[in-house]
């Protein structure tokens, strides 16, 4: 099963600053791969995702993400942030056959941006 | 909205008893999938369904069972409720290999 790694948990910035988020995961073969947010008290909501392709991925509220096969990275970036992007981000690649291709969520970044 | 709903939103049970989960999927989507999140964690995989047929399943005890219907709606099943069973219980449903959706969640509080 490919698993995945977040390595920062819990992340705090002021408004406007630029925002990486590391996602690593473990499989060498086809990876597809997910970033989710969950806001306060919302569902998760698909940020991006990457399939095949451009490995430079746009998303929505001007998140980006970039698939580094070298490095089995998909790290989450936003050139400035707001406080409205406030909430728990998940990375996740889709799981293995036994799974059914669910997604296996990594433990999640929480994002807190200050005023 | 992703047009996946959850019910009920809230359920509080006590330790042994049983509880049951449900989801409905957004239209067209044949495949459900439940995941428990407990508090500050990500979401981990439970099973998953694919026209009526379990075809996927994650680290959990066979007393959490689940359903599909023909409608591709899902139940979720607990029996023998433990303290640790206290968490989010999130659905999320697609279409084929491809982006999963998900509702709102059941927050189930065990004592």
């Known amino acids: 099963a490919q698993s995945v790694s977040q390595h920062n948990h819990h992340v705090i910035l002021s408004e406007a600053a630029s925002l990486e988020l590391g996602c690593n995961y473990s499989?060498?073969?086809?990876?597809?791969l997910f970033w989710y947010v969950q806001y306060p008290g919302q569902h998760l909501q698909l940020l991006l995702k990457y399939f095949s392709g451009d490995p430079l991925v746009k998303g929505i509220k001007g998140f980006e993400a970039e698939f580094i096969k070298s490095k089995f990275s998909f790290n989450l970036r936003k050139p400035s942030v707001q406080w409205s992007d406030t909430a728990e981000y998940f990375c996740a690649p889709f799981g293995d056959s036994n799974s059914g291709y669910a997604l296996n969520f990594g433990k999640g970044t929480s994002l807190l941006v200050t005023p | 909205e992703t047009g996946v709903t959850q019910s009920p939103t809230h359920l509080i049970k006590t330790r042994g008893q049983q509880v049951t989960l449900r989801c409905s999927s957004q239209?067209?989507?044949?495949?459900v999938s439940w995941y428990q999140q407990a508090l500050g964690q990500g979401p981990q995989f439970i099973f998953q369904y694919y026209r009526e047929e379990e075809n996927g399943r994650g680290n959990f005890p066979p007393r959490f069972s689940g359903l599909q219907f023909p409608n591709y709606s899902s139940e979720l099943n607990v029996n023998a409720l433990e303290l640790d069973d206290s968490a989010l219980y999130l659905c999320a449903s697609r279409r084929a290999a491809d982006t999963q959706y998900f509702g709102p969640g059941t927050r189930l509080t065990v004592l």
């Open positions: 239209s067209g989507h044949n495949t």
């Open positions: 499989y060498g073969g086809t990876v597809n």
